[in-house]
Structure formats: C-alpha cells, structure tokens
C-alpha cells in the first residue's frame, strides 16, 4: 500500500501539486486520470523519488519513505515513449534491474522467460529495440517492470504513443499482467474510457489536485461535484444553466421539465444541470423524455458510436449514440434526454442532486 | 535527487585541488605582479593601478591588440561561411559520411606547433612546395619572411586550413538534426534552394553555429604557438599578435608588473566580447 | 482538380525484391474521384504512409503508374504535381510570421500581390487564425501550428489533391475533435481532393466520405463508413473498426450450416462458393444474453459507462458482447444469442456468405 500525507509539490513560487491525500492499494489498479497538465506525471514522480516534495509524507507499507532515494524505493516505471536501453538486447533489457539486484543467473533466465511468455517476447528475445516494432518495444519496457518484482510499478500513459487497435489489445492485457503480484499499480491516462476499462480505482485529477478518489464506477456515476464530472467525460459532458422554481427546471432556451426526488427538495435557484453525452440521444424512447432541438454542428462517427455536436442556446450540446448514424450538418435536429439522468449542481461546483 | 549523505563531494576534492594548484593559484600570483614593481631580489613595490595605465596607453600594446582583431576578424569571416558551406556540400547518408567526417577530423588532430612547423616549411621559398609554386611557377614574389602581407596570408590560409573543420562538423551534427519532412515541405512549397538554406537549415543550425562562433573567436584570439612557430611575430612585428607580444614582455624582458598586468587586460577583453557575442546570438531565443 | 488513378502500383524499398514479402505496396489498383474526401485506415506497417509519398512525388514506385486526370505524373517531382501535404508534426517556417508563412508558397509560384493578399485572408478566416497573422510562427501552440500548416497546403488554389499523414499526432487529446471538425468544414468549402491517412478509425470514419482500409500493403476494403461497420468484406475490417471489434470465431461447416462448439448457429444467407478455412464473424453489438441459447460463462464484465463489455467463454472459445442493460455478474452462466442477419461466415479471412433478400 502507498500512502501520501499532505504531499505537495511546488517549482519557485507555483505549486504544481496542491496537498494531496491518498490511499493506493495493491490487488487492483489505481488510475489517475485528468487532462494533460493535471499534474498526473508529477504526482508519479513524487511517488517514485524522482522529484523533491514540498511538504508531506510518503510511506510504503508502513515505512516513510519520503527521504529514501529512487534507487532504494522498489518500483518500477514504464513512460509513455518506450524507453529501453539501446545497446543491449530484449533479454538483457528485462534482465537489467535483476543483474543490479545481482540474482543467481538461473533465477534471472526463469523470470526474463517468464516475463517475455507474459508479453509474447519471446521470439524476439535477441533482437535490439530498434529493431522491434513501437508496440513490442513497450512490451519490452512492461516485461522490465514485470520481471523485476517491485513493490509499486507506476505507468504513465503506457499506451499513448500506440496505434489505438494495439492500444485496446495491451489494455486487455494489463490486469491479468498484474494480478496476483502483490504491487500496487498507479496508471495515468487521460482518456476516461481507459479508466472505465481498467476498473479499480480511480483518482480524479485536475490542476494539481485530486478532485474525487475512489472505485471507478462509483465515481462515474457519482462525481461528487462539477470538475469531476467533467474530467471523467469523452465527448465532454452537457452542462447548461438552470433555473429551478417549486417542481420545475427550466433551461434558458424555454426547454422544462417536472423535477422529483432529491433535485424538487432543492432551494429554488440557480444551477448547473449536468447529463452525459450517452444519455442525450437522437430517438424518443419513453414520454417522460425531454426534447432538445438544436442545429447540428460536428458529427463523428467512431466505428460502434456516432456522436452529434448540437447547438441549444449559447450552450454546445453533444449526443452519443450507438451504431453509424449519418447525420446532416447544418440540420435541425431532436435530441431526447431523459431527467433522471440528470445531476445538478450549486453554484460552487459541488453537486447538490 | 535527494541523497542521503554527502559522500560524493569528497570524491571531488582531488580535483578541487588540482584545479586551485594549477589554476587559482597562478592566477592569484598574476594578480600580485600586477599592481607591483619588482628589480629582481624578491623585493617589490607597490605601483597600484599604474601598469594598467601605462599598458592601456601604449603604442605597441594598441598596435598588438589592433593586429590581433584584424586577425580574428578575417578568421572568422572566412571560416564561418566556408564551414557553413562545406557543411552542406556533406552527404548526409551513405558510405561517404564516415570518410568524410575522418577527413575533416585530421587537420585539428595535428599538434599546434607542428602544424606551425609544418606551414613554415612548406611556405619557404626555394623548398616549400607552396614557395616554389608561387614563385617559380606563378612568378609572384612570395616571402613571409620578409613580405608583411605574405606573412598574414600564410597564417590566415594555415588558421583556415586548421581549424575550419571545426565549424564543419558542428555545422554537420546541426544539419543532420533536421527532419526529412521539412526538406519535403519545401519541395512541396517550391521554395529555391537558397529559401531552403534561409528558412530551414539556417534556423535550425542557430545553436551550433553561436558555439563554433564562440569557440573561434575566444581560440583565434588566444592564439600563439602556430603563429609564433611560422613566423615568430615577424618579419618585424607584422604578425605579432596580443598573444605573442605579451610572452615578449614577460619572458623576454622580464618585466613581470607589466607583464601581468597585460595579461588581466587580455583575459578581461576576451571575456567581455564573448559575453556580447553570446549575448547578441541568443537574444532571440527570449 | 483531378480524378487520380493508381494502376498496378507495386513499392519495394529493397534494390531486387525477390517475394511478396520484399514489397511495401503489393499491387494496388484505385481511383479516386475528384473532390472526394478518403481515408487510407490501417496499423502501422500497412503501407499506407508509403502510399501517400508515392502519391505526393516524394516516392518512386517500384512498378506501375500514377495519373492526375489524363496526365502520367508518376516521375513527376512534387512541386510539379500541384499537391500539398500536412505531416505528422506541424512543419511550419519558425523565423516567418504566420502571414509569411502562408505567402510563401505563394510567392515562390510568382503569384501576383492582389491575389496573395486574398487568399491569405480567406485561408486565414476558415482556419480561424486571422489575429495571429503577424505573430511568429515559432511561438504558437502545436495545434495552431499544425493549423498554418495546413493553411499552406490550402492557400493555393491550383491543388490537385491535399494529403494529410496523421496530423492530429502531436495535437492534445481535449483538442483533437476541434480539428477533426474544422477539416471536413475545410473540405467542404474547398471542395478539393483529400486523402487522410491514419490508424486512428475515428478520425478515418469521422472525416471520410469513404475509406480504404489497408493491411500488409494491400487494400482490404473500400468503402463508406457505414458500410465497413455494417457489412466487412474481410475479418480484419471487422477488427480493425469498431471498439470492441468483431468476434471472429472459429466454426466448422457442415454443407450450408455453420457448426460453433457443436451449436448449429443460423446465418445472415447462403454460403457464397468461396473456399477457406471457415470463421464465424459477429459483432459485440448483436450478441445479446438471452434465457436460451449457447451456454457461456462470463469471464469479465467492464462497465464503459454507456455500455457494458462482457467477456464470455463458450466451450473454448472467448468472445465479447456489448449490452446496454445491468450485465450478469463474473462467474456466472448465461445464454448468448446472436443475431442471424449479423451473423456472417469468412472463409480465409474474406466474407463467404449472401445477405438473404
């Protein structure tokens, strides 16, 4: 398990990490996820040694680690660019953390052929890397982090640089590679369908801090305010304004509709009516849906999904659907969204219903 | 990275000391001289700033450091674009690339002092195959050790030989770095090969080009044993560059105070126009 | 503005090709119309960026010719063939402004000043760069870049086709979609051919009125989105397109009905006379868990937010399904069903089966 106490990070006078608090844990992986810039490399960083903390504490099982250098940490760390020594062969490149370990030679060949089995290396345990193709050349660095045994092994956005078939391919992967091993896995990414696919846990990252942390599921459904909806959402998520008055929400454009439960209880106000993409769709298939009418701006098609970029008021709309839905651009369009899907929240972001 | 005791910094006294011992310390003692009148006996006297004064005021010292921009001045006009030029006459890929490099390798490979020999020898009029060539074949009278303007030639003509290499192959290692897409764009945009070279290798050999510039100029304006073993500052003092002259004062006449108190002077002009000319090349990287 | 054709082409970057496997491009015969806007879709080390250089003049073929309407261009050097390219990396002039930048192709051409001054602002105004015109190339953000690099591929109106090798590469995810949208609005007001070579199937799909897919340097299929979702001509189209692809299951034949771990399972029609080692090819999408069926256990169930993908094993054979509804929980025993029209036999990787009519 990795703890991190108040650890904050900070270059000058800016902070890049504000003090974050966290419990990863082995047996499942622990996905940071945010944008570019969040701060998910730097977190990674701190956690591995490589950068100095501000403030706080890092412990690992039990032990502060704060002050040990990386070398003493056990962890392994696969970057998003392929880094393998150049010089020396596949085999040697997954043996290199056992021979500074200095193991027993019989014990170094078990676990390199063990590890190259895992990845399918094995045909090519003589090659160099640049003989090996971009996604084997990864599999060399993961049967690195595999073979060496650590007690934490960090990702950052491993399958970025990787054509988005191989990407999905990997990903599949991954779990099993782990599973069992007893380290704990930290994977960085900024794609959300990522995070939903590796299940686990996910921490919400987002300018420096880690918004909401927890199972990856839950905090789908449940972000527990606006910047965490928003940062675990592609295409981004719908929010608009809106107005509440006794059981009616109404959006600027006239668009109403009966509200009930926990969002009828709210103080009559402002707020901000949050829907995912997935839940606005192009079909009526109940009458309690609303409907929304919009000019269609951008369409893309996605093999399995087609989404629709719609225009309602001053506020960008985006619908997701399944199947190849040719639509027309410049057209008007009805888009049905239904209000249980909804949530709601206050003026500073946090969610209310 | 945060280490947990201090135990490298030991491993760098040695050196330390090295550096204060051979370094430091004369300089220090350079220092001394400086402000101070010596007649030998160990005894010395105190003259301030005066050696400054009576160097900076001097006909000879004004003339040596007047020959020595001259002749930085030609080195690098003539070597920059003549490296520039050869860099990109350089195949890129292929078979030649390592023949070429060793080629352009050789000249600086050579000791100083022998190539100074090596040059004075061949410039020699009835010996030197360039001495006989000029005079014997092409009929121009050419001596460097009685003609002044013979004597530049030949120590500009062997500075270029032996050191434009240098600009070479850091022009090369510049225009290597440049990705093939770019030469594509322009092909696609069809830009002339002289737009090319404006637009996209210029550019992009910015950062090797300040250093081989800076490097030629702080060498060019520290030079001595080639000159000196050419033409021995001659004929007469045509060719007695800063560097030249100063090794006259001090070894020669032994007069230490002035001595040292030019050498300051050399090390504080080399120092102030490197730091405009650094200046003046990175500004736009602002 | 021409049709391009490309016959018998064959590309091998070996000086004497002995096999098949010695060629980059092996034989690839294609037409494409004027003003259309394609695709070229495949992974890396399909042939696809070769393709694009011997369209462009920055490659030789091997064999075969090239055409631009009536005219055989295929020794032609690029800036003789009215092409522009946009790489993968924005490739702009870092010491020109961006105005300079966008004028220079322009200038090179002899292009008059009036005509110059024009299309640099009409090029500036669809891209949306017009308050950078006289900023410095070199300090502008990679999409703004790879937006000017694009800008002088369009600024003249003399192109016969613009091609584009992964453009979005470098571009930050959150922007990818704003540059996907500006190019088919480019496309559409410019009206020029477009050839979009990538691996990415949304931005393939998304920007293409048809697609060639391509693996190992030939072409697989060509077709609309729609119809490479819909109907794959070959199981790698069916893999390659589609997240989950297409579940291509091993099955044996016995006369017109296909056998899947003993299940007699019905098809879309009749098999075609196509001979082959036979697979059963069926979309996560139209397997559904049903009360009767084939009997599965399910392996893994990930929840993708919109959907669920659920892992399955029947017999010895992993396969996946996608299902809108609460999925069954790990571990337990379903039933799958699958649906006949979608349901099709490949025989060596290529279709073999007739949509019944």
Sequence with gaps: MIELEDVTKRVGTVTHIKPTNLKLEAGHFNVLLGATGAGKTSLIKLMAGLDPMASGRILMDGKDVTRLNTQKRRISLVHQFFVNYPHMSVFENIASPLRVARLPESEIQGRVEEAADLLQLRPMLNRKPNELSGGQQQRTALARAIAKESQAVFLDEPLANLDYKLREELREQLPELFAGRGAVVVYATSEPEEALMLGGYTGLMDDGGVTQFGKTSEIYRHPSNLTAARVFSDPPINAAEVTKAGREAKLQTGVRWTLDGKAAALPDGSYTVAVRPHRVLPKRSNKHEVELRGQVLVTELSGSDSSAHFRLGDVDWVSLSSGVHPYKVGEDHAFFMDPTHCRYFGTDGTRVA | MRTENQKAWFFVLPVLFLVAFNALLPMMTVVNYSVQETFGNNQFFWEGLDWFEQILRSERFQAALGRQFLFTGIILAIEVPLGIIIALSMPRKGFWVPVCLVLMALPMLIPWNVVGAMWNIFALPKIGMLGYFMNDVLGIHYDMTQDPLAAWITIIVMDVWHWTSLVVLLCYAGLVSIPDAYYQAAKIDAASPWSVFRYIQLPKMKTVLTIAILLRFMDSFNIYTEPFVLTGGGPGNSTTLLSIDLVKIALGQFDLGPAAAMSLIYFAITLAVSWVFYVVMTKDDQ | ?357
């Design chain 3, 1 to 357: 503005m021409a049709e391009i054709k490309l016959s018998h082409l064959r590309h091998s970057y070996l000086p004497n090709p002995s096999g098949p496997d010695d060629y980059a491009l092996k034989e690839i015969d294609l037409t494409w119309r004027d003003g259309g806007a394609y695709a070229l879709l495949g992974p890396s080390g399909c042939g696809k960026s070769t393709l694009l250089n011997i369209i462009s003049g920055l490659l030789a073929p091997s064999e075969g010719k090239v055409f631009f309407g009536e005219h055989d261009v295929t020794t032609l050097a690029p800036n003789e063939r009215n092409i522009a390219q946009v790489f993968q990396f924005p490739v702009i002039y870092d010491t020109m402004t961006v105005r300079q930048n966008l004028t220079f192709p322009l200038k090179n051409r002899g292009v008059d000043e009036g005509t110059i001054a024009r299309r640099v602002s009409e090029i500036a105004e669809m891209l949306e760069v017009t308050e950078m015109l006289d900023t410095r190339a070199a300090g502008l953000s990679p999409d703004n870049k790879q937006k000017i690099s694009m800008g002088r591929g369009l600024v003249r109106d003399d192109v016969n086709v613009v091609m584009f090798d992964e453009p979005l590469t470098v571009i930050d995810p959150h922007l990818k979609w704003k540059l996907r949208s500006k190019l088919k609005e480019l496309h559409q007001r410019v009206q020029a051919t477009m050839i979009y070579v990538t691996h990415d199937q949304t931005e393939a799909l998304t920007f293409a009125d048809e697609v060639v897919v391509m693996q190992d340097g030939v072409v697989v299929q060509i077709g609309t989105p729609v119809e490479l979702f819909e109907r794959p001509q070959h199981t790698f189209v069916g893999h390659f397109i589609g997240s989950p692809g297409m579940n291509v299951l091993p099955c044996d034949l016995k006369g017109d009905r296909a056998i899947f771990e003993g299940h007699d399972i019905t098809l879309e029609g009749p098999l075609t006379a196509r001979g082959g080692a036979p697979q059963i090819g069926i979309r996560p999408e139209y397997i559904s868990v049903a009360s009767t069926g084939l009997p599965a256990t399910v392996t893994k169930v990930a929840d993708v937010g919109r959907h669920f993908v659920i892992d399955a094993v029947v017999g010895n054979t992993k396969l996946k399904a996608v299902s809108e509804h609460k999925a069954p929980d790990a571990g337990s025993s379903v039933h799958l069903t699958f649906k006949p029209d979608q349901t099709r036999v490949y025989r060596d990787g290529w279709i073999a089966t007739e949509a019944r009519k």
